[in-house]
């Protein structure tokens, strides 16, 4: 009995295949979602180093928080000059020299990102006595994308 009831449905299934319909309906619609947009990276300082002396080389650390779902790629950096606060040293840090070759390779991954390097910056061999003592600091901007060309 089993094996009949077996040759019954394969022999439903192609008169099911076999069917034809001779009245058809279209219909039109649409989809819709909308996009995301990024959030704003928090750029924060991260101590280069401390009780540097003329001629040395100061690595410029930052730590970025990332509170979009999605790592971004870093596309450009913008270091501005170092700043003291004190007229005669800041003069004298006008000579300093940033180094990096291109923006660096970095991925930000969301979240906290801590000590990423953008460049290192050599003190001149001759600074202001004003300087000592002082901390200094630079403006950093950063850009990131989603999705960057490598």
Not at 61 to 82: C, F, H, K, T, W
Not at 96 to 119: H, K, M, Q
Request: net charge negative; aromatic share 4%; charged share 20%.
């Amino acid at each position: 009995m089993g094996f009949v009831v077996g040759v019954m449905l394969a022999s439903g299934s192609v008169a099911l295949a076999a069917k034809t319909f001779s009245w058809y309906v279209d219909a039109e619609g649409s989809a819709s979602g909308s996009l995301g947009a990024l959030s704003s990276l928090d750029v924060s300082d991260a101590k280069g180093g401390d009780g540097l002396l003329p001629g040395e080389t100061m690595v410029l650390r930052v730590n970025i928080d990332n509170p979009n779902r999605v790592a971004l790629d870093l596309v450009s950096v913008d270091i501005g000059d170092l700043k003291s606060g004190d007229g005669a040293c800041d003069d004298s840090l006008a000579d300093s020299r940033l180094r990096f070759d291109a923006t660096p390779d970095v991925t930000v991954t969301p979240g906290s990102n801590e000590g990423i390097v953008l460049g290192k910056v050599k003190l001149p061999n001759l600074l202001a006595n004003e300087c000592q003592g002082r901390d200094v600091s630079a403006a950093v901007s950063v850009r990131a994308a989603f999705g960057a060309d490598s």
